[in-house]
C-alpha cells in the first residue's frame, strides 16, 4: 500500500522557520518525483515545488523563491521541506505528492499556521 | 505562467444529473491536464490525466475531453459520493498549475 506521511506543522511566529517531512512507503522513492503544494484555508491548491528523482532539478513558485527550500534523501525515502521568513500568508495545509506531470499520490497533509 | 480558469465555481446538482465542469487555459497546453476531486479535510485524488485517460480505479463515469486550451470534465450520473470540489491541473510546464476549483452541491 503507498503511503506517504506528512509532519512537521504547527504553530509558528511570522518570520519563522519551519522544517516539514515527508515519509514515503510503498513504491520506490528514489524512481519518483516528488512535490509540495499547499492549501491555504478555504481556498484551493498552489504547486510550490518540485524535485526530481536524483535531485538534479529543483522547481519553486514565486510566491516561495529564496524563502522555501526543498529536498530529499532516497536512503530514508523521505522528502523535505525547510521554510524561513514565514509570513501569515503562508498558513496552510501543505501536502506532498509524487509525480513529475500529474499528482498520482498525495499525502493526509500537515497544517501550518503563522500567526503571533 | 499558465492560468487555468473553471467555471462554474459553483454547481448544484441532483443525484442522477449529467454534470460538466469547463477549465480553460490561458495558452495552448495540449493535452497536459489533469483533474482532481477533493473531498473536505481530505488530500486530492487524482481522477482523469492527459485530458481524457481514466486513473485507474476511477468510475466509468468521470469523463474528460479537450485539448489546447478548453476542456471539460463530465460525470454522467452524478452519484452520493460524487458531491465534493474539483480541481483542474495543468502540466504543460512548470510552475504547475490548478484552476480555482468547482464545488458540486446537492440541489
Known amino acids: 500500500e503507498v503511503q506517504l506521511v506528512e509532519s512537521g506543522g504547527g504553530l509558528v511566529q511570522p518570520g519563522g522557520s519551519l522544517r516539514l517531512s515527508c515519509a514515503v512507503s510503498?513504491?520506490?522513492?528514489?524512481?519518483?518525483?516528488m512535490n509540495w503544494v499547499r492549501q491555504a484555508p478555504g481556498k484551493g491548491l498552489e504547486w510550490l515545488s518540485y524535485?526530481?528523482?536524483?535531485?538534479?532539478?529543483?522547481y519553486y513558485a514565486d510566491s516561495v523563491k529564496g524563502r522555501f527550500t526543498i529536498s530529499r534523501d532516497n536512503a530514508k525515502n523521505s522528502l523535505y521541506l525547510q521554510m524561513n521568513s514565514l509570513r501569515a500568508e503562508d498558513t496552510a495545509v501543505f501536502y506532498c505528492?509524487?509525480?513529475?506531470?500529474?499528482?498520482?499520490?498525495w499525502g493526509q497533509g500537515t497544517l501550518v499556521t503563522v500567526s503571533s | 505562467d499558465i492560468q487555468m480558469t473553471q467555471s462554474p465555481s459553483t454547481l448544484s446538482a441532483s443525484v442522477g444529473d449529467r454534470v460538466t465542469i469547463t477549465c480553460r487555459a490561458s495558452?495552448?497546453?495540449?493535452?497536459?491536464l489533469a483533474w482532481y476531486q477533493q473531498k473536505p479535510g481530505k488530500a486530492p485524488k487524482v481522477l482523469i490525466y492527459k485530458a481524457s485517460s481514466l486513473e485507474s480505479g476511477v468510475p466509468s463515469r468521470f469523463s474528460g475531453s479537450g485539448s489546447g486550451t478548453e476542456f471539460t470534465l463530465t460525470i454522467s450520473s452524478l452519484q452520493p459520493d460524487d458531491f465534493a470540489t474539483y480541481y483542474c491541473q495543468q502540466y504543460n510546464s512548470y510552475p504547475a498549475t490548478f484552476g480555482q476549483g468547482t464545488k458540486v452541491e446537492i440541489k
Open positions: 505528492a509524487s509525480g513529475y506531470t500529474y499528482y498520482d499520490y
Open positions: 524535485i526530481s528523482s536524483n535531485s538534479d532539478t529543483i
Open positions: 510503498g513504491f520506490t522513492f528514489s524512481s519518483y518525483s
Open positions: 495558452q495552448s497546453i495540449s493535452t497536459w
